[in-house]
């Protein structure tokens, strides 16, 4: 079993910068993929980023490229989200997963929600406009 708990969310100004982290226990995590998703309020929970396990790739939704940052630290188990330039379509609360480890994963793999075994509570991040 994998436990995940995010933390870092909180309230920031349009095009302020926020870092959440995803602590992992229970299992090293550094060769699973690892994913973050986000819902808004009255919409489905959304792809955001997911670093591959076997290549060291990073993908991310085409709303968060080049503002959002997906990393992990091993020796922590733990897998961040740097968010930089955020905008208010940005407020959600953001939920890191760990998925079932694989020979290989392909990029629509990583970004869909029913790939993942393990989610963690979620962290609310409100941007003010």
């Known amino acids: 079993q994998v436990q995940l708990v995010e933390s870092g969310g909180g309230l920031v100004q349009a095009g302020g910068s926020l870092r959440l982290s995803c602590a992992a226990s229970?299992?090293?995590?550094?060769?699973?993929?690892m994913g973050w998703f986000r819902q808004a309020p009255g919409k489905e929970r959304d792809f955001v980023a997911a670093?591959?396990?076997?290549?060291?790739?990073?993908y991310y939704a085409d709303s968060v490229k080049g503002r959002f940052t997906v990393s992990r630290v091993n020796g922590k188990n733990t897998v961040y989200l740097q968010m930089n330039a955020v905008k208010p379509e940005d407020t959600a609360v953001y939920y890191c997963?760990?998925?079932?480890?694989?020979?290989?994963?392909?990029?629509?793999?990583?970004?869909?929600?029913?790939?993942?075994?393990?989610w963690g509570q979620g962290t609310q991040v409100l941007v003010s406009s």
């Open positions: 997963a760990a998925g079932p480890r694989r020979t290989y994963y392909t990029e629509n793999w990583l970004s869909e929600e029913g790939s993942y075994e393990y």
């Open positions: 229970g299992r090293t995590v550094s060769t699973y993929p």
């Open positions: 670093i591959s396990p076997s290549t060291g790739m990073l």
